[in-house]
């Protein structure tokens, strides 16, 4: 373990940083602490241990390095986050949500496997395996109102899982954050002409768009949207 200055990030609550803003180290406060879940580093300052969260193995973590406008992230929130894999980011989202929970949906049986494995120790997640195709087959599992939605699916419609996902969970102000992949939705056409095409399938589908962006210094072909329920 080793020592450096680390501080609070100037807007995302539990999201702590090192370095100078433009070019920081991101870190999110370890609620168990001495273990680690993905080999990330683990940091101690003031008597805290922190775990390292790199914006190039976390597109949540490229998003919040891109500094956005919108602030989505609380640790009192309930989140839904759609293709939690074997719990990277999902376990910085819990470090973040101390106070909150967060249903974390995998379709993978090995990834959700691993997911349990990884996180045991942390009450605020709850796996779910379901498929987010089909929103309704995991209604049972979750049992508050959505503030977030948090989506990461390598899958051909991922606007329309993203609607009927925010349809069917996500509170009347909730937001969600849609990683858009534009090589899983469409490999030959350009990526500006796929974000294109799904931004306008999640404003047909009642969704305004609150911001978009670009995270292709951390991750190829990677758009994210955040959205909400266009009520006006
Ligand atoms: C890019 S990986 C997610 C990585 C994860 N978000 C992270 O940062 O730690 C995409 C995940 O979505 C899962 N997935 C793809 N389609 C899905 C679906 N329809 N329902 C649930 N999970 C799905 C895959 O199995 C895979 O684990």
Known sequence: ???????????????????????????????????????EKLVEYKGIEFREWDPYRSKLAALISENPITNFLSPDAKFLYLGAGSGTTISHLSDIA????????????????????????????????????????????????????????AQPNQAHIAIANSNYYLKKEGMAIVALKSQSIDSVSKPEKVYKNEKEILEAGGYKLVESINIHKYAANHLILIIKRNIT
């Open 98 to 153: 101390e106070n909150g929970l967060i249903y974390g949906v995998e379709f993978a049986e090995r990834s959700i496997r691993q997911l349990i494995q990884n996180t045991s120790n942390r009450k605020n997640i709850i796996p779910i395996l379901g498929d987010a195709r089909f929103p309704e087959s995991y209604a049972k599992s979750i049992y508050t109102g959505i503030d977030c939605i948090y989506q990461d699916v």
């Open 1 to 39: 373990m080793s020592r450096t200055d680390i501080r609070n990030h100037p807007k995302f609550e539990n999201v702590y940083i090192s370095g100078p803003l433009e070019n920081a180290k991101m870190y999110t406060k370890n609620l168990t602490p001495g273990q680690n879940v993905y080999g």
